[in-house]
């Protein structure tokens, strides 16, 4: 039987829980009753469509049963996936040069086997005890987030199976499982994007995403098939750790495009599946139109879950991509540059539209832009450790953010309620009519009643609040003070606050190795440190702009006076907040696993001997990278833009904070700029117009063409010949028989109408018949004679 | 002696009279009576030629025997049926029986 | 002996064939149908005349007493039985010119088609002096090689008749 004491098999229990809390709520506990659409205290939503209909909502017992069934398969995972890390850190030898692995066949395709299987090394080590972790803190805050949410327990389902097809993508052995469960994940955010699909808007945005990122997955699939064809398999052990298949793969060069290797080419085409799944430019635009599903959905798919997927696959298809160069020694290949450029750039491209944005969650979206673009440019540079680094420290900050101002959010709309049921302001939607009760409502009607609100902030005449607008709230420190902490806990991390921040120090890693080659005099290490250093200082300053903005000063518009949480007492309040706090410790000091030895006292106070991250992470690779020396430079750089950032973003927002109906300063510095900024530098209209219009244009000319005017065409001729050929032989049946079946007929009838008078009924005619023909009979027999017997 | 023919002509001519009466009378025991005519012409034919032809086998006169009594049976059924017709329906026409006409 | 190049066969053959076809045309033409049953009373007579030239007499025989004897009075009879209106209808009826042409045709065919051209030569004297009596006759009608069985038949025959015209004729119980 199987052993489950076996570490080697404990890595298939991990994906396994989610994916059974996933089917059990699914088939058994979602059950709904179905209430009239306009009952805004169940419905919670104003969904002029459904008026006149009855919506299915969960049942309360439902609810709790999904949550608990949901809950435990998350924890089961976690404490699974915990109990190996344990293993895997603890481990005698050096692990990574051996790894936890087990694998059954699956698929005997003539002389190879493909097999499935799960593998532990370092890296994914790493991932098991980050993921399941942050996925936790998610599932627990979604209890409260989503607590009068009409499909809560479909929405547990859903990130069950998110948990899940990520959890599988960790521990996968091969790429083909990776890419599964990569695909799962891309099913997910879609289904998770949408979730709330009545606004248009939402379910928009999930198509968006996920077709954007199926362009990426194409070609990524590409790259697996390739490089199955090359080398008869898909294991990473098999592949990644072996030096002859690295080789050849270096060696052979790439059908179609001779000029590069194989692996290049494979390299490239992984790298692009990568810039679709992590938002890198030009394919990040689906990333902040994700904004429009539920705060945890944007905390799981952008923090913890579907991005870092992006960039584990990278990080761990690295040996590939570093054929035939070294980076170290400034020798690039395809993939590496590659990854230097689209990383650099889009760290520093997102950053500047991050810097214009007013909605809370979309400035967070850009970061996240942002911060891979970080990862995947320390990759390019051959900075393994680092963007291993900052891959973790970023999920842990980054989750907290977006729970945190997810709860920032329902604070929001607390006091949205709040100056409605009291009757400050009049606002159209008339859901905000339960004056005694709100403190049950607080959470409740948010998450509908905020769609509608946010999806026309902008558009709409201004009676219509979007509680996500950073210009409308203030002084939220007061209000929400766990919140507050927390989310300058998370936006410090951010913006990588020197020292006492994990941020800090994942940024400062990627830093100073790029320092290291642009102090050799290598080209794209350069481009690197420039651009990630002016990166962070937009990072710092924007995420300046955004703590000002949401919690100092006072508030600016009546919501805001009144936003909070409902008391310390309020169970949705609890679950809320508890992960939030749990993510802060993370952030504060998960970092200190990474401080590097030679650093300057604290170097020897929390890595005397090696930083315990890069030392066990650097066996997932044959050579483990060389590691920056320690250099004033970059850590300055570091301390500078942080600092720097950090400030400017004060002075000019926290410093005096704005007041009620005050512009944005810098609207005014900026100037025209700032307009760019805000609309992205248009790239959604560039692609409306490159590729969904015509796209849009050839689908309907095919359509009207194609299938209305030729195909539609000959089946109607053909219909048409059909009846043509049909009158006509009716017509030609009907003369016939008319002509000649019925004239048999009435001939028949007309001769019998002559002939009947024939039988008079008298003997006597008869006789005389029979008579005159005998006499007729005897002529021909005389005659007959006569002639015979001449 | 007669010739042959003389008889047969005798015969041949109360043949085509009986047929005529037969033929051409309304009242039914007139065309009974026609009938009788051309059973005994036929008779004459018989005789006649069992006295030309073979007059010493009686299969002859045999068989007029029983024309003779084969006539006299339909005479007697036919006269019994005409008199229920009259009796049912007081008409002795031979007309006026046609039920099987059109 | 010989009157005018007639034997007296002759004479006798003409008497008899005057007796019969007149009463044959008595029968045809009559207006009165008793009148009409004793012409063919008189026609059946001649027929028996003609039996005895041709020496048969035991049929002329029983030609009087059957035919005449019998029939004849059932005809007899039956016109009287029948009487209503005998006498205030037409004789003919509407097809008797038509019958007269096919009759007509029919005598001259027979005549000159059959008659004449097939038994005309046959001249008297072929007829023989012998034969046979009246004695072999009713032997024929009992031998059992011979005609026995028909004969049987024919009582049988006259049985069913008989008991068919009784009941046909029948008065039936008045309602």
């Not at chain 1, 997810?406 to 009291?422: C, L």
């Not at chain 1, 769609?451 to 005449?461: E, K, L, Q, V, Y």
């Not at chain 2, 065309?31 to 007059?55: C, D, H, K, T, Y």
């Amino acid at each position: 039987m199987i052993d489950l004491t076996n570490i080697n098999i404990l890595p298939w229990l991990i994906p396994v829980g989610p994916l059974l809390a996933f089917a059990i709520i699914m088939l058994i506990t979602n059950r709904s009753k179905m209430v009239s659409a306009t009952d805004k205290h169940e419905y919670g939503g104003h969904h002029p469509d459904y008026d006149g209909m009855t919506v299915p909502v969960v049942t309360a017992r439902s609810r709790v049963m999904s949550i608990t069934v949901g809950l435990s398969g998350i924890i089961a995972a976690w404490a699974i996936a915990w109990t190996v890390a344990g293993a895997a850190t603890n481990f005698n030898g050096v692990f990574g040069q051996q790894v936890f692995a087990n694998s059954v066949e699956w698929l005997a395709t003539g002389t190879t086997t493909l097999s499935m299987g799960v593998m532990i090394d370092p890296l994914n080590t790493l991932m098991l005890i980050m993921v399941p972790l942050a996925v936790l803190c998610i599932f627990i805050y979604s209890i409260g987030y989503m607590a009068h949410d009409p499909r809560q327990s479909r929405f547990f389902a859903l990130i069950s199976l998110f948990a899940s097809a990520m959890l599988t993508l960790v521990v996968a052995d091969n790429l083909l499982l990776l890419f599964v469960g990569w695909e799962i994940m891309g099913f997910c955010s879609y289904m998770l994007i949408g979730f709330w699909f009545e606004k248009p808007s939402a379910y928009q945005a999930a198509v968006k995403a996920f077709t954007t990122t199926r362009v990426a997955d194409v070609v990524m699939m590409l790259g697996i098939v390739y490089l199955y064809t090359l080398t008869g398999t898909l294991n990473f052990r098999d592949i990644l750790y072996n030096p002859e298949v690295l080789e050849k793969l270096g060696n052979t060069p790439a059908i179609l495009f001779t000029g590069m290797t194989a692996s290049s080419l494979i390299g490239i085409f992984l790298i692009i599946g990568t810039i679709g799944k992590s938002a890198q430019f030009p394919l990040h635009v689906w990333l902040p139109d994700a904004m429009e599903g539920p705060t945890p959905v944007s905390a799981m798919i952008h923090a913890a879950a579907m991005v870092s997927a992006g960039v584990y696959a990278v990080i761990r298809m690295y040996p590939l991509f570093e054929v035939g160069a070294h980076p170290h020694d400034g020798l690039f290949n395809a993939p590496l540059m590659l990854m230097t450029v689209i990383g650099g750039f889009t760290a520093l491209f997102a950053a500047t539209i991050a810097v214009a944005q007013n909605d809370v969650k979309k400035v967070l979206a850009y970061s996240t832009i942002s911060q891979l673009g970080f990862m995947i440019a320390a990759l390019g540079i051959g900075a393994y450790v680092a963007a291993a680094f900052h891959l973790i420290t970023h999920a842990f900050f980054k989750a907290l953010l977006f729970m945190a101002s997810g709860s920032v959010i329902h604070a929001m709309e607390h006091g949205e309620h709040h100056v409605h049921a009291h009757g400050h302001e009049d606002d159209e939607d008339d859901e905000h009519e339960h004056s005694a009760s709100h403190a049950i409502e607080a959470h409740g009607h948010d998450s509908h009643g905020h769609d509608s609100h946010a999806a026309g902030a902008d558009a709409h005449t201004g009676h219509k609040f979007d509680p996500q607008d950073m210009m409308n709230m203030g002084g939220l420190s007061k209000r929400i003070p766990v919140t507050f902490i927390t989310f300058v806990i998370g936006g410090l991390s951010l913006a990588g606050f020197p020292l006492i921040t994990a941020g800090f120090w994942s940024k400062d890693e990627i830093l100073a190795d790029a320092w290291l080659g642009t102090s050799k005099g290598f080209g794209p290490q350069a481009f690197v440190f420039f651009m990630l250093a002016a990166a962070a200082f937009l990072t710092a300053f924007y995420t300046a702009r955004q703590l000002s903005l949401t919690f100092l000063g006072e508030a600016r518009t009546e919501e805001a006076k009144h936003a909070g949480l409902g008391g310390p007492s309020n169970i949705s309040s609890i679950t809320m907040q508890l992960p939030l706090i749990i993510l802060a410790f993370f952030a504060l000091f998960a970092g200190f696993v990474g401080v590097p030895s030679d650093f300057p006292v604290l170097g020897e106070i929390f890595s005397p001997k090696y930083p315990w991250f890069g030392h066990f992470i650097e066996n997932t690779l044959i050579v483990p990278p060389p590691h920056p020396i320690f250099n004033w430079i970059p850590l300055l750089t570091s301390f500078g833009v942080a600092g720097g950032g950090l400030f400017l973003g004060w002075w000019m927002y926290g410093r005096k904070p704005l007041k009620a109906g005050e512009p944005d300063p810098l609207v005014n510095i900026l100037g025209p700029m700032h307009n760019v900024l805000k609309n992205k530098y248009y790239f959604d209209e560039l692609y409306t117009i490159i590729f969904i219009k015509p796209a849009q244009a050839i689908s309907k000319a095919t359509g009207d063409f194609i299938d209305k005017g030729i195909i539609d065409g000959i089946l109607h001729a053909i219909a048409t010949a059909f009846r043509f050929t049909g009158d006509l032989i009716k017509t030609f049946n009907l003369w016939l028989i008319d002509g000649f079946g019925d004239s048999i007929g009435q001939g028949i009838g007309w001769v019998g109408s002559r002939l009947r008078f024939v039988q008079t009924g008298r003997v006597q005619n008869y006789l005389l018949m029979v008579v005159f023909f005998a006499l007729v009979l005897g002529l021909i027999f005389i005659a007959s004679a006569g002639t015979a017997a001449n | 002696m007669v010739p042959l023919w003389m008889y047969l002509a005798v015969a041949a001519a109360l043949f085509c009279l009986g047929t005529y009466t037969v033929l051409s009378r309304r009242n039914a025991v007139a065309v009974l009576m026609g009938i009788e005519l051309m059973l005994n012409a036929v008779n004459l034919n018989l005789v006649a030629f069992w006295r030309f032809q073979s007059p010493l086998n009686m299969a002859g006169q045999a068989f007029t025997a029983f024309v003779l009594v084969v006539a006299a049976a339909e005479a007697a059924v036919g006269l019994a049926i005409i008199i229920s017709m009259y009796r049912s329906r007081r008409s002795v026409t031979v007309d006026d029986v046609d039920m099987l006409r059109w | 002996m010989v009157v005018g190049g007639l034997t007296p066969q002759a004479i006798a053959f003409g008497f008899f064939t005057i007796l019969t076809l007149g009463g044959a045309f008595g029968v045809v033409l009559n207006k009165n149908l008793v009148r009409g049953a004793v012409w063919l009373i008189v026609s059946l007579f001649g027929i028996a005349g003609m039996f005895v030239l041709l020496s048969a007499p035991f049929l002329a025989a029983v030609q009087v007493m059957v035919y005449i004897g019998a029939i004849g009075i059932l005809f007899t009879f039956a016109v009287m039985l029948t009487r209503s209106m005998t006498n205030m209808r037409q004789r003919f009826t509407t097809q008797w010119w038509s019958a007269l042409i096919v009759v007509g045709l029919l005598f001259v065919f027979l005549m000159s088609g059959v008659i004449v051209p097939v038994w005309g030569g046959i001249s008297p004297e072929q007829a023989g002096d012998v034969v046979a009596t009246t004695t072999d006759l009713g032997v024929a009608l009992v031998d059992g090689n011979q005609f026995v069985l028909p004969f049987e038949v024919a009582s049988l025959l006259l049985t069913a008749a008989i008991i068919g015209a009784i009941v046909i004729a029948r008065q039936h119980e008045e309602e």
